[in-house]
């Protein structure tokens, strides 16, 4: 519960700072997020690619800008700034990884995200159907180490799941099962998916 | 018509995660174009990206440090309202709209494979009934495709190989289990046996992202092999 409280808190405090920077280009706020988002980001990079620190200082860096420029865009009502900053250092990853020649063609993470980011007529309604920080941190703790595992997999690690399967020597359905029992678990999709 | 088929939540957060490969990507972003509770679900998943990635052990910087960074920041152009990508085609002047573009009903997601629209791309015949263009190869080597039926097509009995993803963008078509509409997405597997046909009073388009260069699969690829059995070669 204490924990719970100085997550609030700290959320709290972060969209603060990130409005500052967003509304009156506060370079004291903008500090206090580079200190806390730089060592996340960093490890967001090195769990897909542990020992690529240089790869992992140039996505901060990244990320970070990319925080200063559109820290004017950010809509506190529509996502917290966790989310905002998982988005922004979720593209830069998948751009990075396509400027590297890893892929063969010239769709980029705007293409794929960049239309979703406003979310129809209806901001209230979209606001409503976030889910609270502490809900998603209670059934995280409350998943099974199996389906935690795969879901770090997915998400931090950036594995497809076809090689999730061969990673953790699992069949591929086994993989996709545990992460609909984990979501159903977790509450987290509306409308029976 | 509603949209009865979505992604389902393994689908949907390995996209929401990034670690979909790009052509399977691009076909849920065009489903999520269509479908606003698969929009909502997609916003929970992130929500979920950003919790997890609270959970990492931070890694702090020996290297980079703010002054550094605010050097980079305050050298850098002057930023219009939106940031624009440095190596980025500006391609939207006009205001955002989530609903697939009117004039040339080509979902945003797409419209940088299909420019001008489905006529203007290069269509090759594969049989009497169904046409082909393909839009491009992704980093796993999935082939990203849209295939044009024309009305009341249908197919011999088929089976799927690997994941195939089919999502209707105009028109509709019908198998066993119901009718599928534009903004419907379909997740195949080897264990899916089904026979589509299109409906009569249209032509039906689909986007279809497909094992490549195996042999030609996917939600409908089996309409052509029994041609291909034959020593028919789509040219």
Request: aromatic share 6%.
């Amino acid at each position: 519960m204490v924990q719970a409280q100085q997550k609030a808190d700290q959320q709290k405090q972060l969209k603060l700072w990130l409005s500052a920077v967003g509304q009156s280009r506060d370079r004291a706020a903008f500090a206090k997020l580079f200190e806390h988002y730089v060592p996340l980001i960093r490890a967001y990079s090195l769990a897909q690619e542990p020992g690529a620190t240089l790869v992992a200082d140039d996505l901060a860096q990244e990320v970070m800008i990319k925080i200063w420029n559109k820290a004017g865009s950010y809509n506190s009502s529509l996502a917290n700034t966790n989310t905002w900053v998982f988005t922004l250092a979720r593209n830069a990853r998948i751009d990075a990884l396509r400027r590297n020649g890893r892929y063969n063609t010239n769709i980029d993470a705007d293409d794929l995200f960049e239309h979703l980011e406003d979310d129809g007529p209806d901001p209230f309604q979209a606001a409503q159907t976030l889910m609270t920080q502490e809900t998603i941190h209670a059934g995280l703790a409350q998943l099974p180490k199996e389906q935690a595992d795969v879901l770090h997999k997915v998400y931090l690690q950036g594995r497809s799941h076809q090689q999730a399967s061969e990673e953790l020597r699992l069949p591929l359905g086994t993989i996709k099962s545990r992460i609909r029992l984990a979501l159903k678990k977790m509450h987290l999709l509306m409308g029976g998916q | 018509m509603a949209i009865t088929q979505h992604p389902s939540g393994d689908w949907l957060s390995a996209y929401a995660a990034g670690s979909l490969p790009l052509g399977q990507s691009l076909c849920v972003a065009a489903h999520l174009e269509y479908c606003s509770q698969c929009r909502q679900n997609y916003s929970r998943l992130s929500q979920l990206g950003g919790e997890l990635m609270q959970t990492l052990e931070p890694a702090p910087s020996q290297k980079l440090s703010l002054e550094a960074l605010m050097a980079r920041i305050d050298t850098q152009p002057e930023q219009p309202p939106q940031d624009i990508e440095a190596e980025g085609l500006d391609l939207s002047p006009e205001p955002r709209q989530l609903s697939p573009d009117n004039n040339s009903g080509v979902p945003r997601s797409l419209r940088k494979l299909i420019p001008n629209g489905y006529d203007k791309l290069k269509w090759s015949r594969i049989s009497w009934s169904i046409r082909s263009a393909e839009l491009c190869r992704d980093d796993k080597g999935l082939k990203v495709e849209l295939l044009r039926i024309k009305p009341g097509g249908a197919s011999p009995k088929h089976t799927h190989l690997g994941d195939e993803l089919t999502m209707v963008l105009q028109g509709s078509f019908s198998d066993e289990e119901g009718v599928y509409h534009a903004g419907d997405f379909m997740a195949c597997d080897q264990t899916d046996t089904h026979t589509p046909v299109a409906s009569v009073d249209r032509e039906c388009i689909c986007l279809t992202v497909t094992q490549a260069p195996i042999q030609l699969s996917g939600f409908f690829g089996r309409w052509f092999n029994p041609l291909l059995r034959r020593g028919y070669t789509p040219s």
